[in-house]
């Protein structure tokens, strides 16, 4: 979980770039969660990290996003991580999420799909999404499009502490994870368990 203390990195437990970008509103069911992207350089830091983008691109995208277009790209892809938060969580839960969650999600999957490109590199055809001040929102816009109609979601899971509920995909061999982090939260419930039952 995130510590009081801005960090210069995020905790990526999430293994998918759609979940670690919910995870980024952290203490989510606490009454004050906390905000892990306030601007646009939090944004591209955390696009980079998952390693979606370059540094060099990232560096780039500084140069050309100091107007206000960058707060509103962040606050677009605020926008977009809610919208997944309410599709992931509901779908958890085994409840059908509402249809302006998916409506937003949509607008959000066809303007980045708008500006995917096919070009031609070293033998071979790739999409490649060109680097405006929206490339951020528009690669995590196709993360989350492709893990939300994949068969992964089947393995999508919420950590077992309630006050934290990160979101992960649960690669383990029995598909038995329980936490975001066993350092963190799990040791932290086992800790909360044991003590309950020495009252």
């Known amino acids: 979980m995130a510590n009081a203390v801005k960090r210069t990195q995020f905790e990526l437990v999430g ?10 509103l952290d203490w989510r069911f606490r009454e004050n969660p906390e905000e892990l992207i306030t601007s646009y350089a939090d944004l591209v830091r955390f696009v980079v990290q998952c390693g979606l983008m370059t540094a060099a691109q990232g ?22 991580r809610e919208a997944a938060a309410r599709v ?46 929206e490339l951020p929102l528009w690669l995590l816009s196709l993360e989350t499009a492709q893990l939300l109609t994949s068969g992964n979601m089947d393995m999508v899971r919420a950590c077992g502490n309630p006050e934290c509920r990160w979101l992960f995909l649960d690669t383990s061999k029995n598909h038995t994870r329980r936490w975001c982090d066993m350092k963190i939260c799990g ?7 044991f003590k309950a039952q020495h009252r």
């Open 187 to 193: 040791n932290r419930m086992k800790a909360r368990r």
């Open 88 to 133: 992931f969580y509901v779908a958890i839960d085994g409840d059908d999420p509402q249809l302006d969650a998916l409506q937003d999600l949509q607008n959000c999957f066809r303007e980045a799909e708008a500006h995917r490109c096919l070009r031609w590199s070293q033998g071979h055809l790739r999409w490649e999404v060109p680097a405006a001040p």
């Open 15 to 24: 293994c998918h770039p759609a979940l670690d970008l919910v995870n980024t």
């Open 59 to 80: 560096r780039r995208l500084h140069r050309i996003a100091r107007t206000s277009k960058a707060a509103q790209v962040a606050a677009q892809t605020r926008e977009l």
